[in-house]
Nanobody, 115 residues
Framework: QVQVVESGGGLVQAGGSLRLSCAASGSISRINAMGWYRQAPGKQRELVGTITSGGSTNYADSVKGRFTISRDNAKNTVYLQMNSLKPEDTAVYYC?????????WGQGTQVTVSS
């Protein structure tokens, strides 16, 4: 089994920065992808970005140029560096660990951006 735990959320003013972390533990596959998603109140969960075990990244248009995903494979940890935050980035941010046969979600971490 795999467990995924996010951390690093909090309250920040518009224009500020936060870094989220996502640690996966358990039976980690060498080939996997990890992604960040977010869900604002009253809205559907949406993709923020993903990173493969090989380091390839993909971002939603709304965060391109502001958010950066990186990973430390030795620690099975993925990071989401969020810069130039906007009030509309306020949401619960979730991490997902995926392989070709399974997906595991974390419990989420709240990010609140004040105007």
């Amino acid at each position: 089994q795999v467990q995924v735990v996010e951390s690093g959320g909090g309250l920040v003013q518009a224009g500020g920065s936060l870094r989220l972390s996502c640690a996966a533990s358990g039976s980690i596959s060498r080939i996997n992808a990890m992604g960040w998603y977010r869900q604002a109140p009253g809205k559907q969960r949406e993709l923020v970005g993903t990173i493969t075990s090989g380091g390839s990244t993909n971002y939603a248009d709304s965060v391109k140029g502001r958010f950066t995903i990186s990973r430390d494979n030795a620690k099975n940890t993925v990071y989401l560096q969020m810069n130039s935050l906007k009030p509309e980035d306020t949401a619960v941010y979730y991490c997902k660990y995926s392989t070709v046969v399974s997906a595991v979600w974390g419990q989420g971490t709240q990010v609140t951006v004040s105007s």
